[in-house]
């Protein structure tokens, strides 16, 4: 079975600080992807960075970028210079043959 | 970037009707869309996955008589309530397979308010 955790229901963090959130994952898969997605107040789930689990180079997008430990099964979110756009709930989700998402974090940003 | 629309965005209805929701993806075709649903402050819950031209295949307690999929195209996929009543009320998610720089990616709606009276 295929499961995702997040450990920190809630975050917060100043605007231009930076802050990490936490995944962990299971699955017995050797070929699988990860994902974080951003869900804002509108609800529209939005796909923040992806990282392809043959790949060991972690992935990067702008101010977001991902610490991938393939053999501790964690997937950690890194948000540099944070903005108060960035206020959301954020979920880590793995892909196998369906997407499973974790519990999510709700990120503030402070002023 | 890939585009997935979900029609209506809002829905009230009485119970015991049925209420039908489509999902669409607009710039590409996908084989395999997903059902989600969210409860308020909760995590997405995986439903059933929709394969074009083939049943879908639901996830353990989803109830398969209660909400029909059908995946006609490689564009629409529906999601029925059928018999809808107040524990239906939800927050219902499509999102469609696609491709993007050769990774898969699932891209997601703007999801379906679902308020049964």
């Known amino acids: 079975a295929q499961t995702v955790t997040q450990s920190q229901p809630e975050m917060s963090v100043q605007e231009a600080e930076t802050v990490t959130l936490s995944c962990t994952y299971d699955?017995?898969?050797?070929?699988?992807?990860l994902f974080w997605y951003k869900q804002p107040p509108s609800r529209q789930m939005i796909l923040v960075i992806r990282?392809?689990?043959?790949?060991?180079q972690n992935a990067t997008e702008n101010r977001f970028s991902v610490n991938f430990q393939k053999a501790a099964k964690s997937f950690s979110l890194k948000i540099s210079d944070s903005q108060l756009g960035d206020t959301a709930m954020y979920f880590c989700a793995l892909n196998t043959d369906k997407l499973i998402f974790g519990t999510g974090t709700r990120l503030q940003v402070f002023p | 970037g890939a585009v997935v629309s979900q029609h209506p965005s809002w829905v009230i209805c009485k119970s015991g009707t049925s209420v039908k929701i489509e999902c669409r993806s607009l710039?590409?075709?996908?084989?395999?869309m997903f059902w989600y649903r969210q409860f308020p402050k909760q995590s997405l819950m995986l439903m059933a996955t929709s394969n074009e031209g083939s049943k879908a295949t639901y996830e353990q307690g989803v109830e398969k008589d209660k909400f029909l999929i059908n995946h006609a195209s490689l564009t629409l996929s529906t999601l029925t309530v059928t018999s809808a009543h107040p524990e239906d009320s939800s927050f219902y998610i499509c999102?469609?397979?696609?491709?993007?720089?050769?990774?898969?990616?699932?891209?997601f709606g703007p999801g379906t308010r679902l308020l049964v009276l």
């Open positions: 710039d590409f075709q996908a084989t395999t």
């Open positions: 999102s469609a397979r696609g491709t993007s720089g050769g990774s898969e990616t699932q891209y």
């Open positions: 699955t017995s898969e050797s070929n699988y992807y």
């Open positions: 990282q392809e689990a043959y790949k060991q």
